[in-house]
């Protein structure tokens, strides 16, 4: 199965994840986001293949941090 190589602008970022620009923009800075590409003096876009990773990885992290449900009920928790 080919990967999908489209370049994403911000707009089409954003609603994939769900972050707003300066969420996105700040988790650029600290490396923890994809890196855009360049595409001219003020064009920049993020290739669909990376973020499509980091969305696979964030949730597969989320997936493995969560507790069962219920788990809290049976200590009398909420």
């Not at 972050?19 to 996105?24: K, Q």
């Not at 876009?45 to 964030?58: F, G, K, L, M, T």
């Amino acid at each position: 199965m080919p990967s999908d190589n489209r370049l994403l602008r911000l707009p089409e970022v954003m609603d994939k994840t769900g972050f707003g620009r300066a969420s996105i923009y700040r988790y650029v800075a600290l490396k923890r986001f994809p890196q855009p590409v360049k595409l001219g003096e003020r064009a920049i876009a993020w290739r669909s293949d990376e973020v499509d990773a980091w969305i696979n990885e964030r949730t597969r992290v989320s997936a493995a941090s969560a507790k069962p449900v219920g788990a809290n009920a049976a200590q009398g928790g909420v």
